[in-house]
Every structure is written in structure tokens, then in C-alpha cells.
């Protein structure tokens, strides 16, 4: 008589374990999943879209909870990098002041508005009237403790430093590491047309004390 316990093995096929590969497809996407579905019930963008779809979930605090920087980068004060497409946003010198922010660039796109605190980054294009904690279309700079490449990206080298650039719906995704050892995600829309050359050059201007905090993951 055949033991049930042999039927059920029968039945169950290969048991063999997945590769690490296939394991980690599914992470990534059972966390794009939950990213889209928090995402959906805050409303108020606490979700840097972008870095989660590098890797993992990044909660940020809301800029309008913290003092925050807002500065308009003048028309006209720069040019575009060479590498730039020719319908892409210049890059235009950015004056951090006297007391530069947690997290500060030195170029921004041309005519954009800079806000910002210890925990993000956030670059909108004028005429911008979503809250500063609403990430969708705005360039966006911060840190996060645990930062992967995505399946398919590309190298490039950030000031000697090397970083990878993936792009989501046509979101370009730059992840390096910073001179402090911090792990620094930007993530670029598309309406800046920038190359992968471009958006290495305005991450290399991308300044980050010891005060930037990254995002609770």
C-alpha cells in the first residue's frame, strides 16, 4: 500500500530551493507592491517612488514638519553640460549660502525651486504647487541605509566614486556612495531630459554632512 506521505511528495514535485537571483526578483517586487499601496493610502508622498524602486521602502518626514530651505535657481546664471540632450533642463551654479543645508547641491536645473532639510533634496520645476513632500516629477536627493542597483544598471562614476543608474518609467535612478560613506539616491524625471552623463554631473556637486539623515526603511 502506498504511504500517503510518499503520495503528497509525488504530488509536490521538485522541492529543489530557487537560486538567490530569483529570491531576490521577488523581494523587489513584493516591496514595489507594498511601496504603490502605501503610497496610495498617504497621499501626502512620504515615498521617495524612485529609490524604492531601486531597492526597498524609504519613509521620509515631511518637509512641511521641519525648517526647510526654498530658493528659486535664476533663469540665465549657467549652461548646459555638454552632454545634455538638446531639449534637457540646463544646469545652472546653485548659491548654498552661508549655511548650507544638511543635504545641498551646487548645480540645479535651470529655473527650478530648491527646498530641502536633513532628510531630502527636493528640486521642483517652476510653477510647482504640490507640497514639497510629494516626490512625483521633482528632482530629488537622499540617503538611505540599504541601496542595491537594479537588475540592468548601468555604471558610471560619480566624482571617482561609482554609482549606477537605473531608470523606472522613465525616472533615472542614481545611486552612489558619498565622501562620508553615505549611500545617496537621486532620482530625475524625465520632464529634465538629462543623460546618465548629466545627472553624474549634478550629483557630483551634491553636497552631504554629517547631519543629512537618511529615510526610515
Known sequence: MTDLRDVLDSAAGDTTSPAPDVVAADVRRGRRALVRQRYARTGAGLLLTGAAVVSGIVLVPQLGTEPAQTQVAVPGAGGAGGSAQP???ALVPFDQGAQPKPISAGLVPDGWTVTGNEYALVIAPAGSTTSPDDFRGKLVVMLSPDQTA??????????????????EHGTRILVYPSDGGQQVVVQAPAALGWDDATLARFAAAVTVTADAQAGRG
Open 150 to 167: 537594479a537588475p540592468g544598471a548601468t555604471s558610471i562614476d560619480v566624482a571617482g566614486s561609482p554609482g549606477t543608474v537605473s531608470v
Open 87 to 89: 531639449s534637457a533642463v
